[in-house]
């Protein structure tokens, strides 16, 4: 998806390593305007090359006046100036405004992290509300905007210049009233258009995947069990049709019947053209014996790279040619995680990167990746993946990791009947979180083998059998959870 091509005003958020500044990006898009999250320090030219009507610059954990903290381009603030465009700063980003426009930042005499109150001394265009009003903020900082070049101590502003700040994270759901915050400033003081739709998204992938791919290429795609994976290939298949060869490995570290219903979906369903393998034993021989987890995982990986090299060859041989594409279903967040924030100590490559997310592929692949949901978050996925008519049922599952359940048992999957046991306890730990009504409103329930055993009675005997745990979490973004 090309940026310019999106049918609302681009607001770019630089990031200085806020641990909320994924959150940022997500509120903005809710109020369908698109935003994308790019270096804090990127090149000037980066960020207007954007054409972007509002930037906001994040938090971080870095104090301006440690000795190389991070900050904007030079030549940024007359940029701004200029062309008239609006910047809001978020806490550090409002200590690295107000420094830059001849304030004065300092070290404050105690740090405030938590929820505060807050009081409209003077009704302004960032804040409004009337004067006396008061309202409950998040707040994470240390340092404190002492000498402002105009403007309160919570909020400050610039009206004439186009330059807002905030002391706390309007972001977060601490920050109750955090969301009109940001929809006011968006909408009555910038006056931003908002025409961000995933009907639009859908329609512009289609579009790019169609010029991508030659008119005689072929395609391939590792399907998962997981959401990602299928809503990528629905959205190819939509673009090519037919030229799309997927694959779904069945490595004997599935849930119960899973295979059996994942494949009526993708045939049924979605009719898709898929290849199922079974390489059961191939992965189970491999891990016998293997209790580390980490050790699981590279295992695992590995095999998959083989299973997929072995497809990828005998497609070769059935067309007669060489599939050209490899679809991958790469996420946002995998992208910005793959450009770190500056002051982490790792370097910035390109401004939107591409992160490959399945463990373990080649550098030495020749296929070219297609990454359609590489500018979508997981909750945009799922709107996505409705509009392509992915069965409720399916969007709803919950992830489910790429180890499969190897890393839910703890110990070697091949001892004490671990793998079976599991799979009948978690389906039936599922069932009846299903029958309760409640599935939907959990994001991640599941169950563990642990390597102990207890005593217990059944049938007024004696036993002394494993032990297996169960987990529910709930989030609502799958970054924070209960």
Request: glycine content about 8%.
């Amino acid at each position: 998806m090309d940026p310019k091509a999106v049918k609302s005003d681009l607001v770019p958020i630089l990031d200085f390593g806020s641990q909320y500044t994924h959150l940022i990006t997500r509120r903005i898009r809710s109020l369908s305007v698109f935003s994308l999250c790019i270096s804090g320090t990127s090149p000037l030219s980066t960020i207007t090359s954007l054409n972007p009507k509002v930037v906001i610059l994040s938090g971080g954990p870095h104090s301006v006046h440690a000795d190389n903290s991070p900050s904007f381009a030079d030549g940024f603030v007359e940029w701004a100036q200029s062309n008239g465009v609006f910047v809001l700063g978020i806490c550090y980003g409002l200590h690295l405004l107000v420094q830059r426009l001849g304030g004065e930042v300092r070290v404050g005499e105690k740090q405030e992290y938590g929820r505060m109150e807050i009081e409209v001394e003077k009704s302004c265009g960032i804040l409004g509300g009337k004067v006396g009003d008061r309202q409950v903020v998040w707040m994470s900082h240390g340092d404190e905007a002492a000498t402002l070049p105009n403007g309160g101590v919570a909020a400050v502003e610039d009206k004439y210049r186009r330059f807002f700040g905030l002391q706390y994270h309007p972001e977060v759901t601490h920050s109750p009233e955090g969301m009109e915050t940001l929809r006011s400033f968006l909408f009555e003081v910038c006056g931003v258009n908002a025409g961000w739709k995933m009907e639009d998204v859908m329609d512009e992938e289609i579009k790019v995947i169609s010029n991508m791919v030659g008119p005689d290429d072929h395609v391939i795609c590792a399907l998962s069990v997981g959401v990602d994976s299928t809503v990528a290939a629905t959205l190819v298949h939509k673009a090519i049709g037919d030229r799309l060869h997927c694959v779904f490995v069945d490595n004997g570290l599935l849930r119960y019947k899973e295979r059996e219903r994942v494949m009526e979906t993708f045939e049924r369903d979605l009719h898709l053209p898929v290849t199922c393998v079974d390489v059961t034993e191939q992965f189970l021989s491999k891990l016998k014996g293997v209790v580390d987890p980490e050790l699981k995982r590279k295992i695992i990986g590995k095999e998959f790279i083989c299973v997929f090299d072995a497809f990828a060859k005998e497609l070769e041989n059935n067309l007669g040619k060489k599939p050209v594409f490899f679809v991958q279903g790469t996420l946002y967040p995998d992208v910005i995680e793959s450009c770190p924030p500056p002051g982490t100590g790792r370097t910035h490559s390109h401004t939107i990167k591409s992160h490959h997310n399945v463990g373990g592929l080649p550098k030495d692949m020749k296929l070219k990746l297609i990454e359609p949901l590489k500018l979508l978050f997981k909750d945009e996925v799922l709107q996505l993946g409705r509009i392509l008519t992915v069965p409720y049922s399916f969007l709803k599952r919950h992830p489910f990791p790429g180890p499969g359940l190897a890393v839910r048992v703890l110990g070697d999957v091949t001892e004490d009947n671990a793998l079976d046991t599991l799979r009948q306890v978690d389906e039936i730990f599922i069932q009846l979180i299903k029958d309760a009504g409640i599935y939907d409103s959990i994001w991640q329930a599941f169950a563990v083998f642990l390597p102990v055993k207890s005593v217990g009675v059944q049938g007024d005997q004696r036993t002394h059998s494993h032990v297996v745990a169960l987990r529910a979490v709930t989030s609502q973004d799958g970054m924070t959870a209960d």
